[in-house]
């Protein structure tokens, strides 16, 4: 008896094996098959795009051996119509147990240093360095409030045009009114986001890679990523990233 019931464990064992193989590579194929975002448009965002696919390549294998396991045990094991008695309870201390413990605490191991280590020393590798361009912050419900420091040109209403220069480091300086609420200043095309606390001053670094506009990609933007208010949905600033020399005539035009 005991026999038999190896057996057709074993069989259930390489069906679904077999099942979860297929859908993985299907599922692995499909993602890297999309473009998602499109492309990032700063350094920072590179980086971040690359962690991303990983960690999607990593968890696709996770994420449909549990669908697979789920399905098969739902479907190949589900009680016959009328029968009601519980079935034989199975207890098994199995090698494949400690080596998926074994594989799962590689992978979060290797994960933690790189994307995470490793992401997070990229991303502060600028910190020390002085900026090409400083940008001061500041939400209040519901609109962003910016000013170039040094420049003398300060944007307020929700319709102006954010115009930044490619190729620089831009060090965005970011905080939140006094007696407002915690705001998240995001820009999807750098990837790159952060938040903005009443009192606090937070800084982050990006360095421009592409031009754009939002015109032609609507992730040149400026937008709220944190549930706001009424209005948090219309928080948010349109993007253009100029030719250095083009990003000096517009300062000089609106400081005239």
């Known amino acids: 008896m005991a026999g038999k019931s190896e057996g057709v464990l074993n069989r259930d064992t390489l069906t679904a094996g077999a099942i979860w193989i297929l859908l993985t590579i299907v599922g692995e194929f499909a993602f890297l098959s999309l473009d998602i975002f499109g492309d990032a448009a700063s350094e920072q965002g590179t980086f971040i795009d690359e962690a991303f696919i990983l960690l999607v390549i990593l968890g696709i294998p996770v994420f449909t051996l549990v669908i697979t396991v789920l399905g098969y045990v739902l479907l190949k094991f589900r009680a016959e119509p009328g029968k009601l008695e519980d079935a034989q309870p199975v207890r098994t201390h199995r090698k494949w147990v400690g080596s998926w413990f074994a594989w799962t605490t ?13 992401g997070l020393m990229e991303l502060r590798k600028t910190a020390n ?3 090409d361009l400083t940008v001061n912050v500041t939400g209040r419900r519901w609109q962003w409030i910016y000013e170039y420091e040094g420049r003398d040109v300060k944007l307020l209403l929700k319709d102006q045009m954010l115009v930044l220069p490619n ?12 007696q407002d609420v915690i705001h998240s200043f ?8 952060i938040d903005a606390v009443p009192g606090l001053m937070t800084s982050m670094d990006v360095h421009t890679t592409e031009i754009g506009h939002f015109n032609d990609d609507v992730n040149f933007r400026v937008q709220c990523a944190e549930l706001c208010g009424l209005n948090h949905s219309l928080m948010f600033t349109r993007i253009e990233v100029v030719e250095p020399d083009e990003f000096e005539r517009w300062i000089a035009d609106e400081a005239a």
Do not use: Q
């Open 106 to 118: 590689i992978l979060c191991l290797v994960v933690i240093v790189h994307p995470g280590y490793t």
């Open 129 to 131: 360095d002085e900026p």
């Open 167 to 178: 190729d620089s480091l831009i060090r965005f300086n970011v905080t939140s009114e006094d």
């Open 186 to 193: 995001w820009i999807p095309a750098f990837r790159m986001k």
